[in-house]
């Protein structure tokens, strides 16, 4: 048995904690804020689980994994806090992502349907689509419900035994040692130390990751218009549309209808930027991308905002670095929460001596 300290708990900090528990590790969190902390980029009502993925065949394949390891996280909640809507990618022009998606289910043989733009208005009754539009769906796919999750996340490890500090900010890092000092002054030690720290990487580690590229991202709740509440209850989820980067996702559950528009940010640091957003100017700007699209968009009502910060390398893969006891889990982006359960179970494998750490490095880059 080892001892196991993460820092960070988010999705990726609390289920490394819960497999390596799972796995007979003694186990302790240390989070900055209260836990969960609403700032992480894993709290929000619902985060997307999607098969579209373009052209990255690795990360298709890898939702397909994914899919086991929430279904054995279901399994420990006893509960399932995810809806199968399906996940469509619309195509507009030829190449774009829908059109990579669709190669890319080819290639690998992934069950999906293509549907003709007349077949995708049938499916979803808001959207008007221009002419030559198509759409693949996939299945399984849609909302999991992000904030049910890290409660019930943070309230598994702990009464399975896993030590979960609150309001213990780590502020130095001795990666030889294995040994984490706290701003209180006081030191942790672990046989490794995972970094899961989201966006205040940089901070932690200047020397490192002080020009990692941190974006701040922010998405609308709206009030569709009466007439089409219930269809976008019943739409697949929205993955892309063309190659224009907005995405959605319903309101099931009570979360409410969510409109991203992955354009609508900068790069910036939490601690800087901070968590306020002007709804007007800001849902102005997500929601107007849309307005070729939805019927009758005059009648959609921004309700509130939500913002998030994640670390994205342009190379968009996840990079798993490590350093003496250490590893870093980065590059984050607005991709990782679907992955959560999964790495998890693969970074815990790897401490067990099950996959060579080369070998996760280049899973978790989607090779
Ligand atoms: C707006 C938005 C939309 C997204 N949409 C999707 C989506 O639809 N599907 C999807 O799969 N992914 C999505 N993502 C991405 C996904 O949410 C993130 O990649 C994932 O949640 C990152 O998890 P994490 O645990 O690495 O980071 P976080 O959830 O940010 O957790 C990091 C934790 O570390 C703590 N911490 C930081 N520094 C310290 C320190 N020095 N000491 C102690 N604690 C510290 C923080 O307080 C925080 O709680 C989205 C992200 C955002 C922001």
Redesign the pocket.
Known sequence: MSHILI???????LSIGRSAKRAGHSVTV????PV??P??????RH???RYPYGAAAGYTRMVSEAFGAWERLWADLGARHFENTGAIAISLERGDYAEKTLATFRDIGLPHDVLDRRAVEDLCPHLTLPKGAWGVTAFPGGPLFAADIMAGLARWTAEAGVTIESG????ALDEAEGRVTLADGTTRSGDAVIV?????LP??LPERFGTLPVYR???VYVDPPADFAESWRRAPSIAVIGDHTGYT?PDLRGAGLKI?YSAHRRQAMPDVAGFEADLATESAVILGAFRPYFNQFQAYRPLRM?V???ALHPSRRFLFEKTGRSLV?TR?????????PLIGERVVAMLDGHQSMSDLARWAAGE
């Open positions: 820092i960070g708990a988010g999705i990726v900090g240390l989070e900055q804020g969960p902390n700032q992480a980029a894993s709290v929000d985060r997307m689980i213990a900010r780590v502020v899961a720290t989201g966006a205040w901070r932690l991202q922010a998405l996702l991203g939500q998030g910060y994640y889990i984050c982006d607005g991709q990782m929460f679907k992955f959560g």
